[in-house]
Structures are given as C-alpha cells and as structure tokens.
Nanobody
C-alpha cells in the first residue's frame, strides 16, 4: 500500500486548495480513504473519510460545509477540496487507507490504517 498526498501550499484566509491522494499497490475500491491533519503541538485529527464505494462519508465538525471529499477509483485518486480556509486549518495533511469501516464512522485511524506522506497547508491571516 502506497499513498502520496499533494496539493498543499500557502493560501490566504478565505482561500481554497485541493489536496490529492494518489494510491497504488492495493485494490483501492475496497479501502476507505481518510484525510487527517496534524498542526504543530496538537494531536492528529481526522478531517474526512470516504468509503470504497463512496457510500459513507465522514467530516469533522470543524470542516463540515467547507471541505468536500471525493474519489476516482478508476484513477486511484482521492481528493479533498477545501474552501473558506482559516489559520486554524494550518497543518500537515495526510491521507490514509483502511480496509475497514471504522475510519469513516468516526474519523479515527485503526491498527489497520496505512499512512502516506503528508503535504503542508499553511493559511495566512
């Protein structure tokens, strides 16, 4: 299982970014893909998750209405469209894959979760 997040960068408050997660080495259709973030000095937070068939979607309360997750199984890609960004969204964002359903139920990683490298999102005030 390999995951690579990209699309991070510097954006002003109120701006938008789209993160991409490229997956390889596993049948992505059968895996939930989640986005997590970790800001300096803070614990990792589950941001969003989408199940293999896109039937189950999770958003953290802090991102509802601002972030949209989607996936393209044919091209092994998952996206996180982020809008109305604010400085509290500044963090390293990671995508993760999990074969179970828990991650998209509560935004929590499990022992089966595989992590990719992160991408830094910085929102300036």
């Amino acid at each position: 299982v390999q995951l690579q997040a990209s699309g991070g960068g510097l954006v002003q408050t109120g701006g938008s970014l789209r993160l991409s997660c490229a997956a390889s080495g596993f049948p992505m259709d059968y895996y939930a893909i989640g986005w997590f973030r970790q800001a300096p000095g803070k614990e990792r937070e589950g941001v969003s998750c989408i199940s293999g068939g896109s039937t189950d979607i999770y958003y953290a309360e802090s991102t509802k209405g601002r972030f949209t997750i989607s996936r393209d199984n044919a091209n092994n890609m998952v996206y996180l469209q982020m809008s109305s960004l604010n400085p509290e969204d500044t963090a390293v964002y990671y995508c993760a894959a999990d074969p179970g359903f828990v991650m998209c139920l509560n935004g929590q990683a499990t022992v089966s979760t595989t992590w990719g490298r992160g991408t830094l999102v910085t929102v300036s005030s």
